[in-house]
C-alpha cells in the first residue's frame, strides 16, 4: 500500500531532522582526560564523578580517567595541561614550585592552619585562592576545584622517638616540610607517590611524609615500613586542586561548565571524607601501622623553624608577600601569632 504524499514527506523529514539531531549531540561531545596524583585508592570516587557528570551532561560530557603516572608524572601536572596533553588535573601545589612559585604556599606551610574548617575559610573567604587563580593563570591553566586533605605523618622503616633519630634517615617530602627538616640536618628528597614502595624497600629512602594512613594502606607501604609517627605540623597536611585547560574550559557550554564544577566539587569533597574516614579507621584498628607521637618539645622546635619559611615564601613575589600577610592575618586572628 502506497503511503500519501504528504505522510511520506512527513516521515522522511521527521526521520532526517533525528538523524540530524543525533549527530549534533555526537559533535557536542566533549571527552576529557583527567589524571590525578593518587593511584588505585580513588577508582571508585573517579567513577563515580563521571557518572555523576555524564548524567548530569544527558551524555555531553564523557570523563576518563588516569591514575598517578599512568600518562605523566604528577609533578608535571601544570605543564601538561597547558599543552593540553590532559584535560584535567587533581594535583597538589606543592609539586611544582619551580613552575608556579605560590604552589607552595597554597600546598600549606607549616603552621598555616590546624583545621580544615580554618583552611577552607583561609581559601574561600580570605581571598587566598583568588591569589592562586591569578598565579595558574599566568602558567596557561585554570583553576576550577580546591580539595582538603588530612593527617599528614611520618612514615618509616625503622621507630621514631625523637628528631634526632632523624639525622641518620633520608626522607621523602615535598619543599616546605623539607626546608623545615634540612635546617635539623635531615636529608630529604622529593618523590611522586607512586614511587615510594620502591623507594622503601630498596633502601633510596629511610621514610616520606607523604599523608596519612589510609594512603600509605592503600599504597601497601606497611609492608615495607611499619612506624606511623605524628608530627604535629599541619592538618590537613595538604590542600589539592584541579586544574584545566582553558581552551577546553572555553569550549564547554555555560550549563557544562556548572555541570563539571560541581561534579569536581564533589569528587574533591569525597576524596577528603575518604581519608578522613579512612584514617580514623586505621588507627581504630591498630595493625597495620605502629603508631607514635613526637615528643612535643620537638614539634615546637619544628614549627619555629618552619617561621622563617613564611618570610622566604614572601620574599619571592608581590603576590607570595599577600598571600603569606593573609596566613599571618588569620593566625593573629586565630590568637596563634600576636601582633
Not at 555524564?54 to 588516569?66: C, L, P, T
Not at 601536572?77 to 584535560?87: C, H, L, P
Not at 633519630?165 to 627538616?181: E, F, G
Amino acid at each position: 500500500m502506497k503511503l500519501p504524499t504528504l505522510l511520506k514527506s512527513t516521515l522522511v523529514t521527521s526521520i532526517a531532522v533525528s538523524v540530524i539531531a543525533s549527530q549534533l549531540a555526537y559533535a557536542d561531545t566533549v571527552r576529557l582526560r583527567m589524571h590525578t596524583f593518587y593511584g588505585t585508592e580513588v577508582d571508585q570516587i573517579a567513577a563515580d564523578l563521571r557518572d555523576r557528570v555524564n548524567e548530569a551532561s544527558n551524555g555531553s560530557i564523557r570523563i576518563q580517567s588516569f591514575r598517578g603516572g599512568e600518562l605523566v608524572d604528577s609533578d608535571q601536572f601544570v605543564d601538561a595541561v597547558a599543552r593540553g596533553t590532559i584535560d584535567i588535573a587533581h594535583g597538589v601545589g606543592s609539586y611544582w614550585p619551580g613552575r608556579v612559585s605560590i604552589g607552595t604556599i597554597e600546598g600549606g606551610l607549616p603552621g598555616a592552619w590546624v583545621n580544615v574548617e580554618e583552611a577552607r575559610d583561609i581559601f574561600d573567604r580570605q581571598g587566598l585562592d583568588e591569589l592562586v587563580a591569578e598565579a595558574y593563570a599566568e602558567q596557561g591553566v585554570k583553576l576550577i576545584g580546591r580539595g582538603f586533605g588530612s593527617d599528614y605523618g611520618l612514615l618509616t622503616r625503622e621507630p621514631v622517638t625523637s628528631l634526632d633519630d632523624l639525622a641518620s634517615m633520608r626522607l621523602r617530602a615535598t619543599s616546605s616540610i623539607a626546608t623545615v627538616l634540612e635546617k635539623f640536618d635531615i636529608p630529604t628528597v622529593f618523590l611522586p607517590g607512586e614511587e615510594l614502595y620502591i623507594a622503601l624497600s630498596t633502601g633510596v629512602i629511610d621514610g616520606a611524609i607523604y599523608g596519612g594512613p589510609v594512603e600509605y594502606e592503600q599504597l601497601k607501604l606497611q609492608e615495607v615500613a611499619k612506624h606511623y609517627t605524628d608530627i604535629n605540623l599541619l592538618n590537613p597536611g595538604w590542600t589539592e586542586n584541579a586544574l584545566i585547560n582553558p581552551q577546553t574550559w572555553d569550549g564547554l557550554t555555560e550549563e557544562q561548565q556548572e555541570i563539571l564544577t560541581d561534579g569536581i566539587a564533589q569528587y574533591l569533597e569525597d576524596v577528603h571524607n575518604w581519608l578522613e574516614e579512612g584514617n580514623q579507621r586505621i588507627i581504630d584498628e591498630g595493625e597495620l601501622f605502629e603508631f607514635a607521637v613526637l615528643p612535643e618539645e620537638d614539634s615546637l622546635r619544628m614549627a619555629e623553624a618552619a617561621l622563617p619559611i613564611w618570610q622566604a615564601e614572601a620574599e619571592k613575589s608581590e603576590r607570595n608577600a599577600r598571600a603569606v600577610e593573609i596566613l599571618i592575618n588569620n593566625a593573629i586572628e586565630q590568637g596563634r601569632l600576636s601582633e
